[in-house]
């Protein structure tokens, strides 16, 4: 599998974008996909995920402004992002994982996660 993101930016508070994650080959023991991100001297948090039905979870502090949606005859999924804020502020990653049960449990190898894409709200 190889998973390919992209999308970052600059962009003032308030702004808007959205991010990309194409994946290629196979995701097999996968059945969804997730957003994280990772600020400079902060852990790697979720901040949403989609399963292959559809269904949608985010952090709460992103909830009502990132809508994550996906586009299955492309293989690719979309972070779109509005009202950003500085807190905003990370490199964000996509991953493949299994969504059950209300958990999202990420695959660990390389392989599952994009190169990361550099989100930066100026304020």
């Known amino acids: 599998v190889q998973l390919q993101a992209s999308g970052g930016g600059v962009v003032e508070a308030g702004g808007s974008l959205r991010l990309s994650c194409v994946a290629s080959?196979?995701?097999?023991?996968?059945?969804?996909t997730g957003w994280y991100r990772q600020a400079p001297g902060k852990r790697r948090e979720l901040v949403a995920l989609i399963s292959t039905d559809g269904s949608t979870k985010y952090l709460e502090s992103v909830e009502g402004r990132f809508t994550m949606s996906r586009d299955n005859a492309k293989n690719t999924v979309f972070l779109q992002m509005n009202s950003l804020k500085s807190e905003d502020t990370a490199v964000y990653y996509c991953?493949?994982?299994?969504?059950?049960?209300?958990?999202?449990?990420?695959?660990?190898?390389?392989?599952?996660w994009g190169q990361g894409t550099q989100v930066t709200v100026s304020s």
């Open positions: 080959g196979s995701t097999t023991n996968t059945n969804a």
């Open positions: 991953n493949a994982g299994y969504y059950t049960g209300g958990y999202y449990l990420p695959r660990y190898e390389s392989e599952y």
